[in-house]
């Protein structure tokens, strides 16, 4: 029997046993699906975390200097406590730095801490308070949609000015303009003199929660003690240039610590890379955790197949009987069956790939993570289901090429 | 007569000698053919009768090539078929022999004609091809109007006239028919019977088993096994 015909045979069975088939084919939809959809939403954070958070948030070209790194997964906690124990950042370090760069840069104070921030008798709690200096917003890729950002003349001069983020603006002045009014930062006024575009927000995390006030200005006593600051950033213009400026950073910062060439750093160079290796870390994870679940769908799948298959092969003996009475090798009989419990496995990967994206685009547009369809993924599901066919189907196939025809004809 | 090593006649479409077919049940051996030599030539209308336990049914499934005797030989159409293997039994099968069962053996989801073109698929005969011959078999059975119908939208007769198109469909050498009425009532059964006349009429081999002597009337020579032996061998008049 050709193949074709074998193909439309094992389908013309599935529509005929439509519910049977739907029953069987289930833990291959579901292995499929969430092959699909899991790999959609890793795929899509990959390429944001490489894309938009890497480029845009921490910035191009941009490390920063701190006590410890940022993004740090499974850190024991002896490594946690000797990076407590280590000095902090101090304006004087930024300083010497400032002076030393030899390579053109941009450099920018951080301190930040959650503060609430008050508006006649409104209130925005938990927001970001951040102490910078005024090349901030340039290294941060803070755009102005309103006002104007505070000058370094301001930052010297620790001057009572902030720049509110989008989410508090709207929390406290809804849609009347914020310019020019005062709100109270740790009991300081300050006066609102611009307002950050909108961000968005990476993987449910809002991004418009802040307020940026001159690092000199009252409100630093609210994040750091005097003189000590959570970052220094500093922006180079190329890659080469970045890693230079980096070198000359930790040359300086060692120096000043006064390390022996065999003691390790005790400060961090924090670059985008960080970051990406820090999700590198998590998508790991997923990577692990992800095959077990698809496995152990697409094994109870492949079971259920069998198992229905065994079933079919036992109530279409009579068929056999007849079959092979009419010519049917054993190999037609082993293709028939094998063709049919591989459509079966098929049509339900595929229908996992439907559902799969169906989910992804849900994901997608209901909640904060992008996620997006791999190729690869659904390839790999289709092939994976069809495998499951096959390996669930050789052996009901070919108990049912070996039936003796005699008896299969004889078999109620 | 015909000894081992011969060839049979050209016109001999079946021939045994000696055939044996002996099954081992759980330790006691059970002869079921003790010796069977018999030749049906050409156009030949064949009933095997004999009562239960007399090996027709095995003779019956060495001729139809589902079996293969213990000893003796098998010679179908001018081929010795007694030491084919599994494969090659499944050829002849197709091209030369035509299943008709007791129970027709339909497949209750395939419209008549896709049953009849069933032995064509295992023939390896393209879509088209098979179409035609299936529709030419049909009609040749009085079915040319039932074409697309279901098993269970027929009756009776009508489903064992589609079982012997089905068999018919191939040109097989033999149509083989294992009491073929059997399912039937009287007036079908005639009906059926006036099928295998005007087969039998038109040139086919017939051979059929069957444990009714009215039935066997109807064939030109009847052959009665008792106890895996030929008891009896006698034309009759038609």
Request: glycine share 8%.
């Amino acid at each position: 029997m050709p193949l074709f015909e074998a193909l439309r045979l094992a389908l013309q069975t599935i529509r005929t046993q439509k519910l049977k088939s739907g029953f069987s084919l289930l833990g291959v939809f579901i292995g499929v699906a969430s092959l699909i959809g899991a790999w959609s939403i890793v795929n899509g954070v990959n390429r944001y975390m490489t894309e938009k958070f890497a480029q845009t948030l921490f910035g191009v070209n941009t490390f920063q200097l701190r006590r410890r790194p940022m993004f740090t997964p499974n850190v024991p906690d002896s490594v946690w406590r000797a990076w407590a124990r280590r000095p902090r950042i101090r304006f004087s370090d930024a300083e010497a730095l400032n002076a030393a760069f030899t390579v053109p840069v941009i450099t920018a104070w951080q301190s930040s801490d959650n503060q609430t921030v008050f508006y006649r008798d409104k209130q925005a709690r938990d927001i970001e308070l951040t102490a910078a200096s005024e090349r901030y917003f340039e290294i941060k890729n803070l755009r102005l949609a309103l006002g104007r950002a505070f000058t370094a003349q301001e930052n010297r001069s620790g001057a009572p000015v902030v720049v509110l983020g989008d989410a508090v603006a709207q929390r406290l002045f809804v849609d009347r303009s914020p310019l020019d009014r005062s709100v109270r930062i740790g009991g300081n006024a300050y006066r609102v003199i611009g307002v950050v575009e909108k961000q968005g927000s990476v993987l449910g995390f809002p991004l418009d929660r802040f307020v940026v006030v001159p690092a000199l200005s009252p409100a630093q006593n609210l994040v750091n003690p005097p003189g000590i600051l959570d970052a220094f950033l500093v922006k180079a213009q190329s890659e080469p240039e970045m890693r230079l400026a980096m070198d000359q950073a930790e040359g300086i910062m060692r120096s000043r610590r006064h390390l022996r060439p065999r003691q390790d750093d005790n400060f961090a160079l924090d670059t985008s890379e960080g970051v990406q290796r820090f999700w590198a870390g998590i998508s790991r994870i997923l990577v692990v955790v992800l095959p077990g679940v698809v496995l152990v769908s697409l094994v109870i799948g492949g079971i259920v197949i069998m198992n229905i298959m065994l079933m079919a092969v036992a109530e279409r003996t009579r068929e056999i009987g007849l079959r092979k009475s009419l010519g049917a090798r054993r190999r037609d009989v082993l293709r028939q069956f094998l063709a049919e419990s591989v459509a079966i496995a098929t049509v339900g990967a595929g229908v996992g790939v439907v559902a799969g994206i169906g989910l992804t685009f849900l994901i997608a547009a209901a909640s904060p993570l992008p996620a997006s369809v791999s190729p690869v993924s659904i390839l790999l599901g289709v092939v994976m289901g069809a495998g499951v066919g096959v390996v669930a189907g050789v052996y009901p196939a070919s108990r049912a090429a070996r039936l003796d025809p005699i008896a299969a004809l004889r078999q109620e | 007569m015909f000894r081992t090593g011969d060839t049979p006649l050209p016109d001999v479409i079946i021939l045994t000698h000696k055939l044996t077919r002996a099954y081992d049940m759980g330790g006691e051996v059970v002869r079921a053919l003790q010796g069977v030599s018999l030749q049906i030539r050409k156009n030949e209308y064949v009933a095997v009768m004999g009562p239960s336990g007399s090996g027709k049914s095995t003779l019956m499934n060495l001729i139809g090539c589902l079996d293969t005797p213990t000893s003796g030989e098998y010679w179908l159409n001018g081929q010795k078929v007694s030491d084919l293997d599994d494969d090659e039994l499944a050829r002849i099968r197709n091209k030369e022999i035509g299943f008709v069962f007791q129970t027709f053996n339909l497949l209750p989801r395939a419209s008549a004609l896709h049953n009849v073109e069933l032995p064509l698929i295992y023939a390896g005969a393209g879509a088209r091809e098979r179409r035609g011959r299936a529709a030419r078999a049909l009609e040749r059975v009085g079915l040319g109007d039932r074409m697309e119908h279901r098993p269970n939208e027929l009756s009776g007769g009508q489903r064992q006239r589609v079982a012997i198109a089905r068999a018919l469909v191939n040109d097989p050498s033999i149509l083989l028919a294992d009491e073929p009425t059997g399912n039937l009532d009287s007036t079908t059964s005639a009906e059926i019977m006036a099928v295998f006349r005007d087969l039998h009429g038109q040139g086919q081999t017939v051979v059929m088993v069957t444990h009714e002597h009215d039935i066997a009337a109807h064939a030109a020579r009847v052959v009665t096994l008792r106890d895996g032996l030929i008891a009896s061998d006698q034309l009759q008049a038609a």
